[in-house]
């Protein structure tokens, strides 16, 4: 089955910096890639996805790259600002399959003032 | 309605007792997910229901039974629950049951059994 692994475990970066996480994935069968943002205390929210027929996607200050070959797509945060603040969870899933979401283990990111 | 809602937000259980967990949401989708999440866990795949009929049983013990009562409701009944089955129990949604959609999640019932 698939496996998504994610790294690193935990980021500090200083607040205006970027911020970067990567996940690497073992079924070439997936081809929906989820990111996950979750508060403490709160529930995962979707902040961005990415289909294997893009190489990159953007949405303001986000953007995921995947590199379907290598298997490996990453988290691209510009601009880092408090509410940042969160673990960030990748995950993968096969379109036309089923409905599961593999999960990474997440990435714990504290924005330093 | 744009939301995933779940009751209770928190339960305490004793092992011998029953108890139910609710999940309800109106847009429209016809996927629903049970997970449980462990403290700095990322969420733990439990039950997908795909029109309302169970698509994905992820080997969960019996002592968790789920119930699709319609398209809009999903229930989680427990019985028997040990320590460690305390967590937070997250329903999830999406548009069909085919996978590549947005999993839209509710915000968790924290149950911790004693």
């Known amino acids: 089955g698939e496996n998504v692994e994610q790294h690193p475990s935990t980021l500090s970066v200083q607040e205006g910096d970027s911020a970067v996480i990567k996940c690497t994935y073992s079924d070439s069968a997936s081809n929906y890639f989820p990111w996950y943002k979750q508060e403490l205390g709160k529930r995962p929210q979707l902040i961005i996805d990415i289909r294997s027929n893009v190489g990159e996607k953007k949405d303001q200050r986000i953007a995921v790259t995947l590199n379907k070959t290598a298997k490996h797509f990453s988290l691209h945060i510009t601009e880092t600002q408090p509410e940042d603040s969160a673990v960030y969870f990748c995950?993968?899933?096969?379109?036309?399959?089923?409905?599961?979401?593999?999960f990474g283990k997440g990435t714990r990111l504290h924005i330093l003032p | 309605d744009t939301e995933v809602t779940q009751t209770p937000k928190h339960l305490v259980m004793g092992m011998t007792n029953k108890k139910s967990l609710k999940c309800e949401q109106h847009m429209g989708h016809r996927a629903m997910y049970w997970y449980k999440q462990k403290a700095k866990k990322p969420p733990e795949l439990m039950f997908v229901y795909s029109y309302e009929k169970l698509s994905i049983n992820e080997s969960v013990p019996s002592r968790f039974s789920p119930e699709c009562p319609n398209s809009s409701l999903l229930n989680l009944h427990l019985h028997a629950l040990q320590p460690e089955d305390s967590a937070l129990y997250l329903c999830a949604s999406s548009h069909t049951g085919t996978g590549g959609n947005e999993q839209f999640f509710g915000p968790g019932t924290r149950l911790t059994v004693l």
């Open positions: 995950a993968a899933s096969t379109m036309g399959r089923d409905d599961k979401i593999i």
